[in-house]
C-alpha cells in the first residue's frame, strides 16, 4: 500500500501541474477567443456590415480560437499535435479547393460590404449591365435594371473589373447633344434650350447648365447640352430634354439638320 500510494502521490504530482495549467488555458483561452469575436463583431456593426456577414465572421473567429486552445491544451499533456494540425491544414486545403470559386465570390462580398464602393438604391454599370442594385449578398449582388429586368452577379465578377457607381456621388451630369440646321442663329438655339432647361424641375440650378456648339458640318451644327440633376432623376430629365427641346424648336421654327445632299442641291 505504502508503495502504491507513493506512486499515486508522484502521479498526482506530476499531472496536477498539468491539468491545472490545462484548465486555466482553457478558460483564459475560451474567454480571449470569446472577446476577441465580440470585438470584430461590434466593429463591424459598428461600420454597419450586414449582420449576417457579422455574424458568420465572428463565428469563425470563435470557432478556430477555441481550436487553437484545444491543440494547445492536447500539447500541455504530451500529445503529440503535430498530427492534428497537419490533419486541419489538409482539410482546410481540400476545402478551400472545392470551393475555391464560392470562397472568392464571399470574400469579393466581404469586400464590398466592407468598403461599399455601392450601397443598396445605387445606379451602377457593370461591365454591360446597368442597374439599380436591389441586394448585396454574401456571394452575389442583385441588379434591378431599367426595363426592370433581375440580373444576378457574383460578387467575383463584380470585384473584379471596373464598377461604375452612377448615382454615388448624389448628383449627376446628362449629357445630350442636339443637331439643328447650320443656317439657324446660335444665340436663338441657345435660348431655345435654355428655356426647356428652365422649365425643368429637376434640373439644377447651381452647377448651371452648359449648351455648348460642339462642332459643325454641311447641313448640321452641334449642341452640347448638359444640365446636373440629382442621380435618381436622371432619366426623367433625359427623356424631358428630349421631347421638350424638339417641342420648343417646332416653337421657335428652329430647322433641323439638313443632309449634306440637301444643301449641296440648295447652294
Same mark, same amino acid.
Request: glycine share 8%; hydrophobic share 45%; aromatic share 8%.
Given at each position: 500500500?505504502?508503495?502504491?500510494?507513493?506512486?499515486?502521490?508522484?502521479?498526482?504530482?506530476?499531472?496536477?501541474?498539468?491539468?491545472?495549467?490545462?484548465?486555466?488555458?482553457?478558460?483564459?483561452? *475560451?474567454? *480571449?477567443?470569446?472577446?476577441?469575436?465580440?470585438?470584430?463583431?461590434?466593429?463591424?456593426?459598428? $461600420?454597419?456590415?450586414?449582420?449576417?456577414?457579422?455574424?458568420?465572421?465572428?463565428?469563425?473567429?470563435?470557432?478556430?480560437?477555441?481550436?487553437?486552445?484545444?491543440?494547445?491544451?492536447?500539447?500541455?499533456?504530451?500529445?503529440?499535435?503535430?498530427?492534428?494540425?497537419?490533419?486541419?491544414?489538409?482539410?482546410?486545403?481540400?476545402?478551400?479547393?472545392?470551393?475555391?470559386?464560392?470562397?472568392?465570390?464571399?470574400?469579393?462580398?466581404?469586400?464590398?460590404?466592407?468598403?461599399?464602393?455601392?450601397?443598396?438604391?445605387?445606379?451602377?454599370?457593370?461591365?454591360?449591365?446597368?442597374?439599380?442594385?436591389?441586394?448585396?449578398?454574401? *456571394?452575389?449582388?442583385?441588379? $434591378?435594371?431599367?426595363?426592370?429586368?433581375?440580373?444576378?452577379?457574383?460578387?467575383?465578377?463584380?470585384?473584379?473589373?471596373?464598377?461604375?457607381?452612377?448615382?454615388?456621388?448624389?448628383?449627376?451630369?446628362?449629357?445630350?447633344?442636339?443637331?439643328?440646321?447650320?443656317?439657324?442663329?446660335?444665340?436663338?438655339? $441657345?435660348?431655345?434650350?435654355?428655356?426647356?432647361?428652365?422649365?425643368?424641375?429637376?434640373?439644377?440650378?447651381?452647377?448651371?447648365?452648359?449648351?455648348?456648339?460642339?462642332?459643325?458640318?454641311?447641313?448640321?451644327?452641334?449642341?452640347?447640352?448638359?444640365?446636373?440633376?440629382?442621380?435618381?432623376?436622371?432619366?426623367?430629365?433625359?427623356?424631358?430634354?428630349?421631347?421638350?427641346?424638339?417641342?420648343?424648336?417646332?416653337?421657335?421654327?428652329?430647322?433641323?439638320?439638313?443632309?449634306?445632299?440637301?444643301?449641296?442641291?440648295?447652294?
Amino acid at each position: 500500500m505504502e508503495k502504491y500510494s507513493s506512486q499515486l502521490i508522484n502521479l498526482a504530482s506530476t499531472i496536477a501541474p498539468k491539468i491545472v495549467m490545462a484548465i486555466l488555458t482553457l478558460v483564459i483561452g *475560451f474567454w *480571449f477567443a470569446n472577446k476577441l469575436s465580440k470585438i470584430l463583431k461590434a466593429v463591424l456593426t459598428k $461600420r454597419k456590415i450586414d449582420i449576417a456577414v457579422t455574424s458568420f465572421l465572428a463565428s469563425i473567429v470563435s470557432s478556430a480560437g477555441k481550436i487553437m486552445v484545444l491543440i494547445s491544451v492536447a500539447g500541455i499533456f504530451g500529445i503529440e499535435t503535430t498530427s492534428f494540425v497537419a490533419l486541419i491544414g489538409a482539410a482546410g486545403i481540400a476545402i478551400g479547393l472545392a470551393l475555391q470559386g464560392s470562397l472568392s465570390h464571399f470574400a469579393s462580398g466581404v469586400m464590398i460590404l466592407i468598403f461599399k464602393p455601392f450601397q443598396v438604391g445605387d445606379l451602377i454599370q457593370i461591365g454591360e449591365h446597368t442597374g439599380n442594385v436591389e441586394d448585396i449578398q454574401i *456571394f452575389n449582388t442583385v441588379l $434591378r435594371t431599367l426595363d426592370n429586368r433581375k440580373i444576378i452577379l457574383p460578387n467575383g465578377a463584380v470585384t473584379s473589373g471596373a464598377m461604375v457607381n452612377i448615382s454615388g456621388q448624389g448628383t449627376i451630369r446628362v449629357d445630350m447633344r442636339f443637331g439643328v440646321s447650320n443656317i439657324e442663329d446660335i444665340d436663338k438655339v $441657345r435660348a431655345a434650350i435654355q428655356q426647356v432647361a428652365d422649365g425643368c424641375p429637376k434640373i439644377l440650378k447651381n452647377p448651371a447648365i452648359d449648351i455648348l456648339v460642339n462642332s459643325q458640318d454641311v447641313g448640321i451644327t452641334k449642341y452640347d447640352v448638359r444640365p446636373w440633376v440629382n442621380s435618381e432623376d436622371y432619366w426623367e430629365v433625359y427623356y424631358y430634354m428630349q421631347e421638350n427641346v424638339k417641342r420648343q424648336f417646332e416653337l421657335n421654327k428652329i430647322a433641323g439638320p439638313k443632309s449634306a445632299i440637301e444643301t449641296i442641291i440648295k447652294r
